[in-house]
């Protein structure tokens, strides 16, 4: 059973656009949210997180988005460079024993 | 941000040899460090959970007499794939966890690349 979900494994943008990154999941008992972006043959990087108690979390270019009654979360990046050209894993966990649930990914490319 | 490093960064081995792959926590000091592997164009999917002291605590599906997982420092973890077969070739990534109040953030390794031959 996948508790998170990513159902588009790819998108791609035109620079400077912006580039939305969709993610849900299932289990309610889930309060804290990240996003990781990943290269291949290389470990996923922190790019930002969410907790429950927020809808809102922006960081420079990187803004997550979260609607709890629809067990929804967005990355949003604004505007989008070639650079940013990657896999973007959403994760989520409910905050007691730590496991991080991933989703399957979706891979971003920005073209110039 | 906080620094996970992982050895080897890849290896070849032959069917039935074991396997050590170690996880570090360069700048600070991890009570719980956790595996996953991923297979390509897949999820990253947790393994196990290790806690520094105490036994692992493995994740259904996962054998844990096949992969043996050592945490015997604040720094260190490490994991034991025995009897390699080439179904375990795969891209073995640990993370050690850090508290920030309640938020739980993880910082994950460059990741091995293990080929059973």
């Known amino acids: 059973d996948q508790q998170v979900k990513q159902n588009s494994p790819s998108l791609s943008v035109q620079e400077g656009r912006i580039s939305i990154l969709n993610c849900d999941y299932t289990n309610s008992m889930f309060d804290y949210f990240l996003w990781y972006k990943k290269y291949p043959a290389e470990g996923p990087t922190f790019l930002i997180s969410i907790s429950s108690i927020k809808d809102k979390n922006e960081d420079g270019r990187f803004t997550v988005f979260l609607n709890k009654s629809a067990k929804h979360l967005s990355l949003h990046i604004v505007p989008s460079q070639p650079g940013d050209s990657a896999v973007y894993f959403c994760?989520?966990?409910?905050?007691?024993?730590?496991?991080?649930?991933f989703g399957q990914g979706t891979e971003l490319s920005v073209k110039p | 941000g906080a620094v996970v490093s992982q050895h080897p960064s890849r290896v070849i081995c032959k069917s039935g040899t074991s396997v050590k792959i170690e996880c570090r926590s360069l700048?600070?000091?991890?009570?719980?460090m956790f595996w996953y592997r991923q297979f390509p164009k897949q999820s990253l999917m947790l393994m196990a959970t290790?806690?520094?002291?105490?036994?692992?605590?493995?994740e259904q599906g996962v054998e844990k007499d096949k992969f043996l997982i050592n945490h015997a420092s604040l720094t260190l973890s490490t994991l034991t794939v025995t009897s390699a077969h080439p179904e375990d070739s795969s891209f073995y990534i640990c993370s050690a966890r850090v508290r920030q109040g309640l938020n739980n953030e993880q910082f994950f390794g460059p990741g091995t690349r293990l080929t059973v031959l």
């Open positions: 290790s806690n520094e002291g105490s036994k692992a605590t493995y």
């Open positions: 994760a989520a966990s409910d905050n007691q024993g730590g496991k991080l649930i």
């Open positions: 700048d600070f000091q991890a009570t719980t």
